[in-house]
């Protein structure tokens, strides 16, 4: 039975009805994960650094900080732009 629909379907229709199908199935991720707020220990963590060094770098102004309450909090996308700048920064001399 269902041979006899999908030969009685044009091409397009088809194309779009798997579309549709899949569609549903795939569902994207939030735009807010790009933004996630993510603690001081797990930013030392990512970056490889100890917490003094990640509170040095966040007073000159290296990787951006953010006070909520009294916590400090980093932006995820801003802590891995970081380490791409500090990657294509390492073995250059000032």
Known sequence: ???????????????????????DIIVPLPATIENEFITREATAKRLGLSLPTLNEYSKIGLIPSY??????????????????????????RF
Do not use: F, H, T
């Open 1 to 23: 039975m269902n041979s006899i629909i999908l030969d009685q379907m044009s091409r397009d229709e088809l194309k779009e009805l798997i579309k549709d199908a899949i569609k």
């Open 67 to 92: 006070r909520i309450g009294s916590r400090v909090r980093y932006k995820s996308n801003e802590v891995e732009a970081a380490l791409q700048k500090v990657q294509s920064v390492k073995g250059k």
